[in-house]
């Protein structure tokens, strides 16, 4: 967001970004990475380009003032950093931002909707040789995650979630069946819509995987698409690559049943399980 006022502040001004970097004692390229928010911010440089940009006082210096001093505080999640990968954490912080969160999963259910058993079948799979207190942390990491679609600014959340994930029985029958109890619960929820995609439609257009795409109330910000793989992740906001994200997950949401039905499907799928 800073990045984004201080790109429309210079533009406004018709300068370029080398000027602007020698008001700071910087690079073009590093003016380039603080208006993608790429590079960390002193409050110092930040004044010191308000004040270039014809910002030397007033409530609009001092907000965004704030919000440089705000950008450099380590949030929540620091406390976890000693397990979470690099690349993983910008995703929290994106997704703590976020007023739209989609997102497509065909192995496991959504890691914002896992229950803690569920969560902790999820998680042992991949980190078996950690021990119990690395597995208690990241599950616990995920369950404060859960948090960011239960607070008053609550981002919209739309899950599409491929059937074979919700039958396949992670962490064993008697908890599965208690996440798809939990899944019909939080389809109640205003702010989450749950959808699935049926065996019968055969094949789909997320023959790709799984793919989050996140939207943010700030017009100045692009989409970003979050696409994990086994030991890292890509982060996608280029315009073409992110409209067929959106191509993608439109066609994934006439495909799949209507979100009206997910109750339905999850009570059948359960007694599937039941039996």
Same mark, same amino acid.
């Given at each position: 967001?800073?990045? =984004?006022?201080?790109?429309?502040?210079?533009?406004? &001004?018709?300068? !370029?970004?080398?000027?602007?970097? +020698?008001?700071?004692?910087? !690079?073009?390229?590093?003016?380039?990475?603080?208006?993608?928010?790429?590079?960390?911010?002193?409050?110092?440089?930040?004044?010191?380009?308000?004040?270039?940009?014809?910002?030397?006082?007033?409530?609009?210096?001092?907000?965004?003032?704030?919000?440089?001093?705000?950008?450099?505080? @380590?949030? +929540? +999640?620091?406390?976890?950093?000693? $397990?979470?990968?690099? +690349?993983?954490?910008?995703?929290?912080?994106?997704?703590?931002?976020?007023?739209?969160?989609?997102? #497509?999963?065909? &192995?496991? *259910?959504?890691?914002?909707? &896992?229950?803690?058993? #569920?969560?902790?079948?999820?998680?042992?799979?991949?980190? =078996?040789?950690?021990?119990?207190?690395? $597995?208690?942390?990241? *599950?616990?990491?995920?369950?404060?995650?859960?948090?960011?679609?239960?607070? @008053?600014? %609550?981002?919209?959340?739309?899950?599409?979630?491929?059937?074979?994930?919700?039958?396949?029985?992670?962490?064993?029958?008697?908890?599965?069946?208690?996440?798809?109890?939990?899944?019909?619960?939080?389809?109640?929820?205003?702010? *989450?819509?749950?959808?699935?995609?049926?065996?019968?439609?055969?094949?789909?257009?997320?023959?790709?995987?799984?793919?989050?795409?996140?939207?943010?109330?700030?017009?100045?910000?692009?989409?970003?698409?979050? *696409?994990? &793989?086994?030991? !890292? %992740?890509?982060?996608?906001?280029?315009?073409?690559?992110?409209?067929?994200?959106?191509?993608?997950?439109?066609?994934?949401?006439?495909?799949?049943?209507? @979100?009206?039905?997910? @109750?339905?499907?999850?009570?059948? $799928?359960?007694?599937?399980?039941?039996?």
């Amino acid at each position: 967001m800073l990045g =984004a006022h201080l790109r429309r502040l210079r533009e406004a &001004q018709g300068i !370029s970004r080398e000027d602007a970097g +020698w008001q700071i004692r910087a !690079s073009e390229s590093k003016i380039s990475r603080m208006e993608l928010g790429r590079v960390g911010f002193k409050e110092r440089d930040v004044a010191d380009l308000l004040t270039h940009y014809g910002l030397a006082e007033g409530d609009e210096r001092e907000r965004l003032l704030t919000l440089a001093r705000e950008a450099n505080a @380590p949030g +929540w +999640w620091h406390r976890y950093s000693d $397990i979470l990968p690099a +690349w993983f954490q910008p995703y929290i912080g994106l997704e703590s931002a976020a007023s739209l969160i989609r997102n #497509y999963e065909v &192995q496991f *259910v959504p890691g914002l909707l &896992q229950t803690a058993d #569920y969560a902790r079948a999820v998680v042992s799979l991949g980190h =078996a040789r950690t021990g119990a207190e690395g $597995i208690d942390r990241r *599950v616990e990491l995920r369950m404060t995650r859960q948090q960011v679609l239960r607070r @008053p600014d %609550a981002p919209q959340f739309w899950a599409v979630v491929d059937e074979g994930a919700l039958r396949r029985p992670v962490g064993g029958r008697k908890v599965m069946i208690a996440q798809l109890e939990a899944l019909i619960e939080a389809s109640e929820l205003p702010n *989450v819509r749950i959808q699935v995609v049926p065996f019968l439609i055969g094949g789909h257009a997320a023959h790709g995987g799984a793919f989050s795409i996140m939207r943010f109330a700030e017009p100045d910000l692009p989409d970003v698409v979050y *696409v994990e &793989q086994l030991t !890292s %992740a890509i982060y996608l906001d280029k315009r073409e690559d992110v409209d067929q994200y959106q191509i993608v997950m439109e066609t994934l949401c006439i495909e799949a049943a209507p @979100p009206e039905q997910t @109750p339905d499907i999850l009570r059948k $799928i359960a007694a599937d399980l039941a039996q």
